[in-house]
């Protein structure tokens, strides 16, 4: 099922019950890994602001891989309650 059928179907559940719905949005965001953390199968990223982001799932990555991450709004303009919806290797950092 796409993120888009699911939010759908979540808009109109709300809708049915006479609560307001939030507009999510999603946005891609491409980071650096800075941490992989085996025994919580967590990653943390940083972006290009500083800002950092964590995500289960470890896969291969290491530090200094870049990955892009399917970002979603949760509906408000703060940039702080952002989650990680999806991730996928887009490359390494090379100095």
């Not at 946005?27 to 800002?51: A, K, L, P």
């Not at 799932?57 to 989650?83: A, F, H, N, Q």
């Amino acid at each position: 099922m796409t993120f888009t059928k699911i939010g759908t179907i979540l808009a109109l559940m709300a809708s049915l019950n006479g609560t307001p719905v939030k507009q999510h949005q999603v946005y891609i965001r491409t980071m650096e890994v800075i941490r992989v953390n085996c025994n919580t199968n967590t990653v943390t990223c940083v972006d290009s602001e500083g800002m950092k982001w964590k995500f289960k799932g470890i896969k291969d990555y290491e530090k200094k891989d870049l990955v892009s991450c399917l970002m979603d709004t949760m509906g408000t303009k703060r940039i702080k309650d952002d989650v990680v919806l999806d991730h996928w290797y887009t490359g390494y950092w090379v100095e």
